[in-house]
């Protein structure tokens, strides 16, 4: 698995990839791997010629700086996780890299993003569509994979993708989980063994509470500090804080 760090270099790279008519799919990520972003590099695998992860923690995205700072870093791992899935290269930037300009130029949704998880982390959105349409630019992916776990930001990627008219296709991916029913998430290993022990009880009465409401009363009652719980068209969406740790998931209905 090859690694490189600029842009510079992977346009290089890019260039014979492309005059050899290869496709190439892209797996963006903060690291931290679990097997959900395995799943994303495994369907990656089976449907595009070159397999490229890129492996950034994005500071823009962070609306606590506690967050950033204790978000895991798991390289040696990741490069076990990544080299075992049959990625190619891993894409591996710096800050100064991905933002020569600072944050002079940002992506701002007006609408989805101010909803759901973007009312509770305000700017987390215009961080992630920023750095998402950065790479996207940078790779010129033909395909780009991300979990539904993560379902707000998919729709987001989605219409920033059609509204700026951007040639890479937004693969959408099922949400892996433990089996236990806990939706994979890097956050996961921050939980206390009590903590992890309750966890799954998101997830079950998501699925299982008659309408929002009486979920939000369920968690509450568990111990769990709700931040939102809501219906919408065919899902239910809900974010909730165990302990410092922030859990996100979401069902059909
Ligand atoms: O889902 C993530 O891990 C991040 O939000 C992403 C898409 C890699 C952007 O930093």
């Known amino acids: 698995m090859k690694t490189v760090q600029t842009v510079a270099e992977w346009r290089q790279l890019h260039a014979t990839y492309h005059a050899a008519g290869k496709s190439i799919g892209l797996v963006p990520t903060m690291g931290a791997l679990h097997a959900g972003h395995v ?27 506690t967050d950033f700072e204790n978000y895991p870093r798991t390289d040696e791992a990741d490069r076990e996780k990544m080299t075992t899935a049959g990625v190619d290269l891993v894409f591996v930037p710096s800050v100064a890299e991905m933002y020569p300009s600072g944050s002079d130029y940002t992506v701002q949704e007006n609408e989805l993003s101010r ?7 305000l700017g987390h959105f215009t961080g992630v569509l920023t750095v998402v349409m950065k790479l996207l630019q940078i790779i010129g992916a033909d395909r780009a994979y991300f979990g539904e776990k993560d379902y707000q930001q998919l729709q987001l990627i989605r219409g920033m993708t059609k509204a700026f008219f951007l040639d890479t296709e937004i693969v959408p991916c099922p949400t892996i989980r433990e089996s236990d029913g806990l939706a994979m998430s890097s956050r996961n290993v921050r939980l206390s063994s ?6 799954p009880q998101f997830y079950a ?3 299982s509470a008659p309408d929002a409401a009486m979920a939000e009363q369920q968690l509450r009652a568990l111990g769990f500090v709700v931040d939102y719980i809501e219906d919408k068209t065919d899902r239910r969406f809900g974010a909730v804080r165990l302990g410092s740790t922030r859990l996100i998931d979401n069902v059909s209905r």
């Open 39 to 65: 799943s994303l590099c495994e369907k990656a695998r089976r449907e595009c010629d070159v397999v490229v992860v890129t492996l950034f923690v994005n500071p823009t995205q962070f609306d606590e700086s």
């Open 115 to 121: 909803d759901l998880c973007g009312a509770h982390r």
């Open 194 to 199: 009590e903590e992890r022990a309750l966890a």
């Open 205 to 207: 009465i998501l699925k």
